[in-house]
């Protein structure tokens, strides 16, 4: 270590200063604590912007399943979408056809785990995405089981009922395969003659004059003739509180007696309050008119049933 030396104004001399150990000390001391304040900081930089490669190995590891759960959450939706589709069907078309109740959708969602449950799923996996696809999938899960055990029930219903399927009204009552005659269906609609609003309680079909007209289920005609605004109409009796009507017949073919599902029992006018050829339709259970829609399983695939549906529901010219 070099002298150190000081000019003494007194004998006017250059005196050498004497170290002591507390200065030898502090002149060793400071150096190493800058040194090791300044590596710890480039340390701690270091770490926190430039990741380990065990830390790369574990965002990666992290975003690959982040991304797969994603997906998975995406799939689920999907699923839930053509569930809902099936118990739609279930509820309005199935189990309307057999007098089935339909099951309540509380029922269906079953009863749903406490929410602590879904919260400790959060934390633990650190995801509320994890969460709530769990939440999803539980639901998923009963409504699956109970949709299974709906058809179970149904096929159930369908083997003890083999005459009454016969009976009730299953096809539609002019040749539509091609979904080309529908002008108007069930419910609120704007009267063509007075303009008026007022509910529709059939779906018209437009046919030109003199197209058959089928009966759409076994049973018995209780009558045929005039009516007051539906011209001449035919109401056949299927049983098991079924009536089905059939108006603005330009002929009637068949005024009694019983009828086959498919049998011709008049042809497509225009009599009556109508604005045009076409037959009017409606369904009765226990004396209340129903929407017709419901009754065409035997005529249309589940793809074609559900292009009749949309566009039953945006028809609105009403032809009577």
């Not at 990741?51 to 959450?73: C, G, H, I, N, V």
């Not at 498919?262 to 309050?273: A, E, N, P």
């Not at 004396?287 to 039953?312: C, H, I, K, T, W």
Request: aromatic residues 10%; glycine residues 8%.
């Amino acid at each position: 270590m070099k002298s150190k030396y000081h000019f003494n104004p007194v004998t006017l001399v250059m005196e050498r200063v004497e170290l002591t150990a507390r200065d030898i000390i502090r002149r060793v001391t400071w150096p190493l604590v800058i040194g090791l304040l300044l590596g710890i900081g480039f340390f701690f930089l270091f770490v926190m912007f430039f990741p380990s490669p065990r830390e790369k190995q574990l965002m990666e590891r992290y975003d690959a399943l982040r991304a797969q759960t994603k997906l998975l959450d995406e799939q689920t939706d999907r699923l839930q979408n053509v569930l809902s589709d099936l118990q739609q069907r279930d509820d309005n078309l199935y189990r309307a056809l057999l007098q089935a109740e339909p099951i309540p959708m509380s029922v269906r969602l079953g009863a749903s785990r406490p929410a602590a449950y879904y919260d400790s799923i959060a934390l633990y996996t650190n995801s509320k995405l994890s969460a709530d696809l769990t939440r999803k999938l539980d639901i998923i899960e009963n409504e699956l089981y109970l949709q299974a055990r709906s058809y179970e029930e149904i096929i159930e219903y369908a083997r003890n009922q083999e005459v009454r399927m016969e009976n009730i009204p299953a096809i539609q009552p002019v040749l539509n395969k091609d979904l080309t005659r529908m002008a108007s269906g069930y419910g609120w609609r704007i009267d063509p003659v007075y303009g008026t609003r007022r509910f529709h309680e059939g779906m018209d079909f437009t046919a030109p004059t003199g197209t058959d007209v089928y009966a759409t289920g076994n049973g018995r005609i209780i009558e045929a003739g005039w009516r007051q605004g539906y011209g001449n109409c035919i109401l056949v009796d299927h049983g098991f509180g079924y009536r089905t009507l059939y108006a603005h017949l330009h002929k009637i073919l068949k005024k009694s007696g019983s009828v086959k599902r498919g049998d011709i029992i008049g042809l497509v006018g225009s009599t009556g309050k109508s604005t045009g050829p076409h037959l009017h339709y409606e369904v009765h259970y226990h004396g209340r008119p129903v929407d017709p829609r419901n009754f065409y399983f035997q005529d249309l695939s589940p793809e074609e049933y559900d292009r009749m549906v949309q566009m039953a529901n945006n028809a609105g010219n009403m032809l009577d």
